[in-house]
């Protein structure tokens, strides 16, 4: 298959290549890729694990220690003893990864200033502010110390969304005088360019030789463990808080960090390359494989540099050579999956007996648009074909062909199955005077191996509409049918004058086959837990995308089905697909869905034993699943409805009471129905800080469903304020477009697993 050429109307590839590499570039400059980029060094980083070189040993203020010496921080007398045990044992340089903020004696200074005069060299730490015009400025206090053998060392890092430090430091300039960070100066480089280098997190830190504090406080401890080392005392213990997140090892003291960084800088200089060459080399691969002739070598070029690109990286960093990929590997992906969707599609845009293309290629013809349809129908094909083999049925094709092309022999004509043609026109030619000569040629017989064939032929015209090619093809095919019928040489369609007339009489007929076809679907509107500050759950809300129309209002079609008796099959659909949908989030956490039930199903006798299927069938636990019932649907003190609803309930399924405040708001309505959920109307939500009236409504209806032992949602929760008010009001759960607009359960789920990946971190 021809790859160079594209098909009449579509995109060029020139197109493809020049927009994938815009995209490209904006993904790699917005850092689009942080996250699978982190993901990807820390799985090569497994590949080449390797050992500390022992050359620095860590002094770990760790739990043991805080639990022999005393909670933190300590005074600093212990400081001292642990430098005078460290200086007696023979120690190279000690390194303090600690803070001296805190208050002090005199006689602990004193203590730890002679301490520190007695040792060989002791590094201080020093800490600078990242991003604010006091950059230079230290933000950890130093003990009074002076003498040659004190130095000062950066401890300041940068980390991420996952509190990971993917950079360090050489150096950093502090009240006009520039340190080295601790990295460097273990590292032995003193002065280090103003820069900065990617740790080499595939140094295993569980080699890194570690000594409790407590031990060498107590003197129980071997001195030759750290006898011409550097020693680096650090907090490690969580309580403390100086904890991040090791790629690929999990959550580590500070310390680490930078051994790890002076352990990368030991065994050379770290080169950083960016993300600019692999996109180079990428989009140069993604050149050649537009331009090749085969679609077979295209695939095998881009694969190609889809393994190089997830492979050379490896012993490119083995060699201390970083060099960011996700950009390259985005513009290989896209361009990979739009020729791979150009294959496919051209897989069936070809009639198999003609060789034309067939109506598929018309419907993918992006230029058709804007374009007439005229669409021709040989009437008595099907009686003709059915006596002809298949060369010979090919040959009339080409007599049918040769005459459509009288007057336009450059016109592309499309060939579907049943005698069936088409192809476009320009809408402002006068082509009535065309078809009508067309028409006159047909009254001639076609001759086929020597047979004399009869050809019945009418003409279709869809002059142009905003709606798709194969919606107007089909107006074009039911015109020329209705010409037959008419005795007709060709006739008009013009779908616009009744389109408002014949939505409005099948808007059911066609929503209970739009589920069928998946034109229904459920959007999910997250809900925050206003005490943990997390999603816990959502509202699956019904959502219509018409092939012609595009999305449907919710409120028109529900409201539609409703009043006409034909909400139980969407609402079995929705239920269904939130089921399942809660069911798989729930395998990683706890999460609820809420589903709107109609008061008009509580007569529905069969409903309860369908619920109970469906949580069987996907194993949710039935607490997990709320129906929230729209307060104003009136009930009796008794009778069919009340006696689903506990039956609801004894399911174990939460009822919700939805739009409180809009209907009957009283405490008998309270008291009758079993919900143990109450959601505020977002009418009052929306305005309760504008409006005093408003405000005491909420106010009161969250006293209230407390004292009764009842969860409150908020809806329409729209604006911070709104939401800060609400946590003081002591609401319990939060919904609206400033917690997150409907989306799909990819997108939710997605957006959680990020939330819970910081929170851990």
Not at 319 to 331: G, H, R, S, Y
Not at 598 to 623: F, N, T
Not at 725 to 746: E, N, T
Request: proline share 5%.
């Amino acid at each position: 298959m021809r790859l160079r050429r594209s098909q009449k109307g579509e995109p060029s590839r020139w197109k493809l290549l020049i927009w994938t590499a815009v995209a490209s570039l904006f993904f790699g400059l917005i850092g689009l890729g942080e996250i699978a980029e982190d993901a990807l060094r820390a799985l090569r980083n497994t590949t080449h694990i390797h050992k500390a070189s022992g050359d620095i040993v860590l002094v770990a203020i760790d739990d043991r220690s805080l639990r022999d010496v005393g909670q933190w921080p300590w005074a600093r007398r212990h400081h001292a003893n642990l430098t005078t045990g460290l200086t007696k044992a023979g120690v190279n340089r000690i390194f303090f990864d600690v803070n001296f903020a805190g208050r002090s004696t005199a006689t602990d200074d004193a203590m730890l200033s002679d301490a520190i005069q007695q040792a060989r060299t002791v590094v201080l730490p020093v800490s600078a502010r990242f991003g604010t015009p006091e950059n230079d400025k230290p933000v950890h206090m130093l003990p009074e110390t002076k003498g040659k053998n004190v130095e000062l060392g950066v401890i300041s890092v940068w980390y991420n969304y996952q509190n990971a430090v993917w950079r360090l430091n050489y150096s950093r300039a502090v009240e006009g005088q520039r340190i080295p960070t601790f990295a460097a100066k273990l590292a032995g480089i003193e002065a280090g360019p103003d820069q900065t280098f990617i740790p080499d997190y595939s140094t295993d830190p569980r080699t890194i030789p570690v000594i409790p504090a407590s031990t060498i406080l107590s003197g129980q401890f071997d001195a030759r463990a750290v006898r011409g080392k550097d020693v680096v005392i650090a907090t490690t213990s969580e309580t403390i808080g100086d904890v991040y997140f090791v790629p690929g090892w999990g959550k580590m003291g500070g310390a680490y960090v930078q051994i790890i960084g002076a352990e990368t800088l030991k065994s050379g200089s770290p080169v950083y390359m960016g993300w600019i060459p692999a996109l180079l080399i990428s989009l140069s691969l993604c050149f050649a494989a537009i331009r090749s002739r085969s679609a077979m070598r295209a695939n095998l070029i881009l694969g190609l540099g889809l393994a190089a690109l997830l492979l050379l990286p490896v012993p490119a960093e083995m060699a201390l050579l970083f060099v960011d990929i996700t950009p390259a590997l985005f513009a290989i992906l896209v361009v990979a999956a739009a020729l791979g969707l150009r294959q496919w599609k051209q897989r069936g845009l070809v009639n198999t007996v003609s060789g034309l293309p067939n109506l598929s290629a018309l419907r993918a013809n992006k230029a058709g648009r804007e374009q007439a349809v005229i669409a021709a129908r040989v009437l008595n094909y099907a009686e003709i074909a059915a006596t002809l083999p298949p060369e010979q049925e090919r040959l009339l094709v080409e007599q049918i062909v040769s005459r459509l092309r009288v007057g336009a022999p450059d016109r592309t004509l499309y060939e579907g199955d049943g005698g069936i043609f088409a192809w476009f026109e320009e809408p402002k030619l006068p082509f009535s005077n065309h078809i009508e000569a067309l028409h006159t040629l047909f009254r001639n017989p076609a001759r086929v191996n020597g047979m004399s064939i009869d050809l019945s032929i009418s003409f279709g015209v869809e002059i142009g509409s905003s709606r798709s090619l194969t919606n107007r093809l089909a107006s074009a095919l039911v015109a020329a049918d209705e010409a037959a019928h008419d005795g007709l040489k060709w006739k008009y369609y013009d779908p616009e004058a009744l389109e408002d007339a014949s939505w409005k009489l099948s808007m059911l007929s066609q929503l209970d086959s739009a589920v069928d076809k998946g034109e229904v679907w459920v959007a999910y509107q997250p809900k925050l837990d206003l005490k943990s500050r997390r999603i816990v759950g959502a509202e699956a809300l019904a959502r219509w995308t018409h092939p012609e129309k595009g999305p449907i209002a919710a409120t028109e079609f529900i409201a539609a089905a409703e009043q006409h008796d034909r909400i139980g099959k969407l609402t079995d659909f929705i239920m269904e697909q939130a089921i399942a949908a809660a069911a798989a989030v729930n395998r990683k956490q706890d999460f609820g869905i809420a589903v709107n039930l109609s008061a008009r199903l509580l007569s529905d006798k069969g409903l309860v034993l369908r619920i109970q299927a469906m949580l069987a069938r996907h194993k949710l636990p039935p607490e997990a699943l709320t129906l929230e019932l729209t307060e104003t649907a009136e009930l009796g003190s008794n009778g069919p409805a009340l006696d689903m609803l506990n039956a609801l309930r004894d399911l174990g399924v939460t009822i919700a009471i939805d739009d409180y405040g809009t209907g009957l708001s009283t405490l008998e309505y309270l008291k009758k129905i079993p919900a143990r959920e109450i959601k505020i109307d977002q009418s009052f939500v929306k305005s309760m800080l504008e409006n005093r009236s408003d405000l005491v409504m909420v106010q009161s209806t969250i006293a209230l469903a407390h004292s009764l032992g009842r969860k409150v949602v908020a809806e329409g929760v729209e604006h911070q304020p709104v939401l800060d008010a609400l946590i003081d009001m002591g609401c319990d759960v939060a919904q609206g477009y400033l917690i997150g607009r409907p989306m799909s359960i990819d997108s939710l789920t997605k957006r959680m697993s990020i939330e819970r990946r910081s929170s851990v971190a």
